[in-house]
């Protein structure tokens, strides 16, 4: 392994995305091109077909809401057909449509389909470009953050998007284990720690016990359906029912370019009150007056009060989740030695506030909450990829709901319990039920009910090809385990025989490995092109300075000549090079423009020397 | 959780089965192979070729191989009991060495598979013993012969002090010792129980639950001696009545038999006998009024029905008299008093 091959930590998050590295020992935030540090999670499809990504996509949001996806992140490794998904297809301008498969979620984007991992693919491959950009080099190697609570489809769909974006991805980890490990870097922390991860799109808790440089998570417990989104959409609903009451039922939510515009408007908002106790919500000409009367505005002020008053439910279900992830690790209140606040929703004065109250103590906060969780991944990667003698860090992670498997009347029986430190696996043993049984079917799932359909289905396997025998003699052991990135594998055997058995899986919410190829060769098309169209841009911008140059030179050049009676010919063929180079810009020719580069260069020093030779002058170039 | 409950002087030298040949090549020297307690390696396993130095494949494939017999505190490398935040700290060390993190990038083969093993065995030690109550309950399990002894001396000593500790404290604080008598006056009530001294014991109980009224069990076998205590002076009182009635005294009779009812309120049986002399002395209307008394007490007993019936019949009212000794035959077929004056009723004639 190259000592100094770069590596990124990615915190992909459902609002905002920030991705970070270790320099000389330091973690850094990389800023964007343009930039900044933080890259909007959101991704477009132009009127001209163009794909946009980050502040460009979410710039012409309003005027494109329905070929604008955000908040992929709530959608990723979920099934079609889901209460969440559901909800979801409610209130998103884009339209949503079920995978081929009819598992998984695809968007629709100017009459394409898009696989959810795709849609995050181009997020991660834009702040890979970032990286790239920062580092003069090719990057490859990732670690990428999701929440705690984040199943196992979750998890695969967002290391699937990795691989789509070309990037290799080490590992996958906890957000609030990675903010943890930013906020101990660097100090001699032997305490517990409660993470409180309040994002845009997820909500996290982590119990973390720290000593001697080892995160240990005790115990974590979250809602991959509450963050910053759900706050916006107070705030939009009771826009839209004032409206409505003001305006005689006009209805915002069947416009989807006012609908766009509240939500940005509601954003600020909620961002402004964390400082100020009241903030102006202003949008002219928002709807236009039923019957032919004047367009209408929106003018309203939001006191903190209101939206503290619009929100109470959810802040209340933070604290109640924290409390009873503490109650899972068996840890006290005032064991905690340090409460941490990760997550641009934790700047709300209520959040914390209401942290500081269940907690009795005051929580910490990073100068940049968003950032945190990036800089924390960034450091894992370098702890993985350059371990290094005496600095060692490990992360001890654990599994964040119980996986199990269907069982005779539709229960659920637990293999694996929550807040078991991962890896893990576990051996579970099967018989035949009938005589000459040759398969059994398996359906794996995830989540905290005794009744099998209130979890989530990771996949059906079926094992086939059993040896024939009477029922009860095929003992089948299969091995279920769970990696270090929280993903489940299962694997079989046959106990008495000790052949391996066939696994196939038959449904599962994420990608199949031949549409994952598919998307991987187009991908590589389109990498083709973009990189292509990078070359001849910058050729082309090389050979048109060099042009002008040669222009500059020109009359000074003409004036030599017609003193000298050498060099006539060599200026004819250098003005012909200039022509075709001319041409080869002209008709987009990538190759001839190669082709003339070297050409040209030395038609550039011919009339440098004569220009030189005729009039040497101040402007002589060096 | 599988237990793992094995001899731990012997844990260490558990060998793995199958063919091995002597590790130790004699160009390494045998300076650390007692480490590994005589450990047969196979030198395949040792030649494989992987990114791991030749001690790291020793150590990987010794504990590999016998961590699963051995004690939680064996897996941790730590001395049995030692306590829950030694076991933590212990993990973490041992995490830091055999985490498959730690060897990213690194090409494994086969040593893949043994290191997950040997972390998935540390966490479970740790899982076990970070736990007080599930500690507590491993090592009592696990506790070597010599400790179990040590152990037992131990709580011996303790209850031996904690009984002398509480003498003290009885003789010195006030609450305590009003506790201490409480007690006291409860043990000897009981042992007056036993003996069947029901007078002794109801004082005792009742002593006890006026010195601490939340005490419901001193209240309850107060009662209950005190119906004891009852009962016998009934069966006294009884025992003269039947004397009395031998020797025909029957006014004295009555009056001892009068004298027990009182004494067992509850006892129907002596209300019977009241109303059986009173019939005998041809006080009609207190032998009616005791047998109505006695079939309310004891809706069940036949001997009641039986007198009343009696009564009612040497009062001439023949239909409610027959309903009674019907009822006293329903519940006891032998009464031959009911049989022969249902007969009598039955066949007026033979009179």
Not at chain 1, 311 to 340: F, P, Y
Not at chain 2, 91 to 105: I, L, M, S, T, W
Not at chain 2, 112 to 127: G, K, N, S, V
């Amino acid at each position: 392994m190259n000592e100094n091959e770069p590596f990124i930590g990615i915190d992909l998050g459902t609002t905002n995305s920030v991705v970070a590295t270790v320099i000389d020992g330091v973690p850094r935030v990389i800023a964007s091109r343009t930039g900044q540090t933080l890259t909007p999670s959101v991704v477009a499809l132009a009127k001209n077909g163009k794909r946009l990504v980050g502040h460009m996509a979410k710039r012409q949001a309003i005027t494109n809401a329905e070929n604008t996806v955000y908040a992929a992140k709530r959608l990723i490794g979920r099934r079609w057909g889901s209460p969440e998904v559901e909800d979801a297809r409610k209130v998103l301008p884009y339209e949503l449509v079920p995978g081929p498969e009819g598992n998984d979620i695809r968007a629709m984007l100017g009459g394409r389909t898009f696989a959810i991992p795709e849609i995050s693919a181009l997020v991660l491959a834009e702040l890979k470009a970032d990286a790239e950009a920062f580092f003069g080099r090719r990057v490859t190697k990732a670690v990428i953050t999701v929440p705690a609570y984040f199943n196992d489809g979750q998890r695969q769909g967002t290391k699937d998007a990795g691989r789509i974006a070309g990037l290799e991805v080490v590992r996958i980890i906890n957000e609030p284990t990675s903010a943890a490990l930013a906020y101990g870097f660097g100090k001699q922390m032997e305490k517990k720690v409660a993470v409180i991860d309040l994002g845009g799109g997820t909500f996290d808790v982590s119990i973390l016990d720290v000593g001697k440089s080892v995160y240990d998570v005790i115990a974590v417990g979250g809602d991959t359906y509450l963050g910053g989104e759900d706050f916006d959409r107070r705030v939009i609903d009771w826009l839209v029912f004032s409206f409505a009451q003001e305006h005689q039922g006009i209805d915002l939510r069947q416009d989807k370019m006012a609908m766009q515009r509240l939500r940005d408007a509601a954003e600020r908002a909620k961002i402004e009150l964390s400082e100020t106790s009241q903030a102006a919500i202003h949008l002219p000409f928002l709807a236009s007056g039923s019957e032919g009367k004047a367009a209408v505005h929106l003018d309203r002020q939001l006191t903190r009060e209101k939206l503290e008053e619009l929100t109470q439910d959810l802040v209340d279900k933070t604290i109640q989740v924290a409390d009873r992830t503490l109650r899972d690790a068996g840890v006290r209140v005032g064991q905690i030695g340090e409460v941490l606040l990760v997550g641009g929703m934790t700047r709300m004065p209520r959040v914390q506030q209401a942290v500081r109250q269940h907690f009795g103590r005051e929580p910490s906060r990073g100068v940049h909450p968003e950032e945190v969780v990036a800089l924390g991944a960034a450091i894992q990667a370098h702890a993985l990829l350059h371990p290094q003698k005496g600095k060692e860090v490990l992360l001890l992670d654990v599994t964040p709901q119980n996986l199990g498997i269907l069982v005779v009347g539709g229960y659920f029986s637990t293999v694996i319990p929550r807040n078991t430190t991962v890896p893990t696996s576990q051996s579970h043993l099967f018989t035949t039920v009938q005589d000459n049984q040759t398969s059994v079917r398996i359906a794996v799932l995830q989540g905290g009910s005794d009744k099998a359909v209130e979890n989530e289905l990771l996949g059906e396997f079926v094992l086939d090809g059993l040896r024939s025998s009477r029922r009860g003699e095929v003992e089948i052991e299969v091995n279920f385990d769970i990696s270090a990135d929280g993903i489940v594998g299962v694997s079989a055997r046959d106990s008495a025989t000790g052949a391996r058995q066939s696994i196939t899986v038959t449904a599962t919410s994420g990608l199949t490995e031949a549409e994952m190829r598919r998307i991987l060769e187009e991908n590589m098309d389109e990498m083709l092109t973009r990189r292509q169209v990078g070359d001849f841009e910058r050729l082309r911008d090389r050979t048109r300075a060099v042009i002008a140059e040669i222009d500059g030179l020109s009359p000074r050049v003409k004036e030599a000549l017609a003193k000298s009676r050498f060099g006539k010919d060599a200026v004819v063929k250098a003005e012909d090079v200039v022509g075709r180079a001319r041409a080869a810009i002209e008709a987009r020719d990538l190759q001839q423009m190669i082709a003339v580069e070297e050409q040209l260069d030395r038609a550039l020093q011919l009339f440098k020397g004569l220009a030189g030779g005729a009039a040497p002058g101040p402007k002589d170039p060096a | 959780m599988r237990e793992r409950i094995v001899d731990p002087a012997n844990a260490r030298g558990l060998h793995s089965g199958g063919r091995l040949t002597a590790g130790r090549s004699p160009g390494e020297g045998g300076v650390k192979a007692d480490r590994y307690q005589g450990f047969l390696f196979n030198p395949a396993d040792l030649s494989e070729d992987v990114d791991l130095e030749v001690d790291r494949r020793r150590e990987i494939l010794y504990l590999a191989a016998s961590m699963d017999g051995w004690t939680h505190w064996q897996a941790l490398g730590l001395p049995w009991n030692a306590s829950a935040s030694e076991a933590r700290d212990a993990y973490r060390e041992k995490a830091k060495v055999f985490h498959p993190d730690r060897f990213q990038g690194r090409r494994l083969g086969a040593f893949r598979p043994r290191l997950e093993r040997i972390f998935r065995r540390l966490t479970e030690a740790r899982d076990a013993l970070s736990d007080e109550a599930s500690r507590a309950a491993y090592a009592r399990k696990t506790a070597p012969p010599e400790e179990v002894a040590r152990s037992a001396a131990r709580s011996i000593e303790n209850d031996v002090r904690a009984r002398e500790r509480r003498a003290r404290l009885a003789r010195t604080n006030p609450m305590v010792s009003r506790a201490a008598r409480v007690q006291e006056l409860m043990e000897r009530g009981r042992k007056a129980r036993e003996e069947e001294r029901f007078g002794d014991a109801a004082r005792d109980f009742l002593t006890a639950s006026a010195m601490d009224p939340t005490l419901v069990e001193a209240r309850s076998l107060a009662e209950d001696a005190k119906k004891r205590v009852g009962a016998g002076k009934a069966r006294d009182l009884w025992e003269k009545a039947r004397t009395a009635e031998l020797q025909h005294d029957l006014d004295r009779a009555q009056l001892h038999a009068e004298a027990a009812s009182d004494a067992e309120p509850g006892e129907p049986r002596y209300v019977v006998y009241v109303a059986r002399l009173a019939l005998l002395r041809g006080a009609l209307e207190t032998a009616r009024g005791r047998a109505e008394a006695a079939v309310r007490a004891a809706p069940s007993l036949a001997t009641a029905h039986e007198i009343l019936g009696e009564v009612l019949a040497a009062q001439g009212e023949s239909g409610p008299a027959r309903k009674a000794l019907e009822r006293a035959l329903e519940l006891d077929d032998g009464l031959d008093g009911a049989l022969q004056c249902l007969r009598k009723l039955r066949w007026s004639f033979l009179r």
